[in-house]
Nanobody, 129 residues
């Protein structure tokens, strides 16, 4: 009964790269704004990138801009996150979330899990020396 399924996480050395994917079985993702979040235990979810459902424009946080790239593969009903130049600060559980109404420019706030409609189970990314 998962709305979204993330994959691609793993262990990587600093400076390395990973590709995360977010796939949907019951949603047509080209009609949704899709976001990636990461979480460290004891801290709030951090929004990383967002992609629109209408024209595919993207919004990145300052911490990942230039290193992470988000894209859609509509044929596979999948959203991808290419991550490069990874550092230990990028370690966390990465979640994708989809919503048909909250645009990428919006800041959901601390109740983000209640605001955005659909979520995956998360995938662990660990960057270590």
């Amino acid at each position: 009964q998962l709305d979204l399924v993330e994959s691609g996480g793993g262990l990587v050395h600093p400076g390395g790269s990973l590709r995360l994917s977010c796939a949907a079985s019951f949603l047509d993702l080209d009609f949704y704004y899709v976001r990636w979040f990461r979480q460290v235990p004891g801290k709030a979810l951090e929004g990383v990138p967002c992609i629109s459902g209408s024209d595919g424009y993207t919004v990145y946080s300052d911490s990942v801009k230039g290193r992470f790239t988000m894209s859609r593969d509509n044929a596979k009903n999948t959203v991808n996150l290419e991550m490069s130049s990874l550092s230990e600060e990028d370690t966390g559980v990465y979640y994708c979330a989809a919503d048909p109404r909250v645009p990428c420019e919006s800041i959901p706030g601390p109740n983000v899990r209640m605001i955005l409609d659909y979520w995956g189970q998360g995938t662990q990314v660990t960057v270590y020396s």
